[in-house]
């Protein structure tokens, strides 16, 4: 069913659609996960955007800044999250080894939470391409190598490069330039502490998202944006799909660090207008993180 349109800023992203699921916007904004701006995939619903349509009254909002603010909110105040980087974690650990079926009910008793936010989480697992559906109500780990996260993370370099080159050629927009200096700023103040809580994982997420979307959406590219829709259906390609190891958090800490230092060269590069640089620094921004597969080390290479 289509709801509206969607924005990041003044940049139109696409329609979006709520699928046959029976699931309504309002159970996944309050579970802290959104569909995606395209096609209805489920995304965090930390990402900044706007929604212009007309069938959002039964869900308490207006469709405008309000929204922007209220989907913050209730991303920051609910287990949506937590509940997906945790599983996420669990299969990359190989605590969850592919074969593994995973169901609701048992699953958000074993992680203390509703189920919603359990459902919510399951549905974008599937999306990343991590589970597969076994049944009705049930999913299935997947079996994945880690030949098959290496070539899908190699992809998505080539696409973000790609959108990065085109983005610097045409030059950043007011929205998308203040857009990204916020970004910035964001993950300046989560590092300025010199360490990480576990808290700061999703905090770095949300923006780390937020700038990616950004870059796509000034690449302005819809081929290089359905490319990467379609290579992050493999595990652990999304920018979504981020992996961390809480149990060492100073760890976390010089590596996202340094990932956000990557942030700041790349928007040099933007602002300046040097594509090939700003295509260069994309490509090495992604595979930056095959220099961490061992966070992964519950699959086969």
Not at 32 to 60: E, T, V, W
Not at 231 to 236: A, E, Q, V
């Amino acid at each position: 069913m289509f709801i509206g349109q969607v924005f990041i800023g003044q940049v139109f992203i696409g329609p979006l659609f709520i699928g046959g699921s029976g699931a309504g916007v309002s159970d996944m904004v309050s579970s802290g996960l959104l569909l995606d701006p395209i096609k209805g995939n489920i995304c965090h619903s930390s990402i900044k955007i706007a929604i212009i349509g007309s069938r959002l009254a039964n869900c308490g909002l207006d469709g405008t800044g309000a929204y922007q603010s209220h989907v913050r909110e209730m991303a920051m105040s609910k287990p949506g999250a937590q509940v997906l980087m945790t599983l996420r974690q669990q299969i990359a650990s190989g605590e969850l080894p592919g074969g593994t079926r995973l169901a609701e009910i048992p699953t958000a008793q074993a992680l203390g939470v509703s189920r919603m936010p359990v459902r919510m989480a399951l549905r974008i697992l599937e999306q990343e391409g991590l589970l597969v559906r076994a049944g009705a109500r049930g999913y299935t780990v997947r079996s994945v190598t880690l030949d098959d996260i290496v070539a899908a993370v190699e992809v998505r370099g080539v696409l973000e490069g790609l959108a990065a080159l085109r983005a610097a050629e045409r030059g950043l927009d007011q929205v998308a330039d203040t857009a990204l200096r916020q970004c910035l700023a964001d993950g300046d103040a989560l590092f300025a502490k010199g360490h990480l809580i576990e808290g700061d994982i999703a905090a770095y997420e949300d923006m780390n998202i937020r700038f990616h979307e950004v870059l796509l959406a000034a690449g302005g590219s819809q081929a290089i944006r359905e490319a990467l829709m379609r290579n992050d259906h493999l595990p652990f390609a999304s920018v979504k799909a981020l992996a961390a190891d809480k149990n060492d958090l100073e760890r976390e800490f010089r590596r996202l660090n340094y990932a956000h230092m990557q942030h700041h060269a790349v928007y040099d590069a933007l602002a300046k207008g040097q594509g090939a640089r700003a295509e260069a620094l994309m490509r090495e921004h992604a595979n930056a993180t095959l220099a961490y597969t061992d966070l992964l080390s519950g699959l086969s290479s």
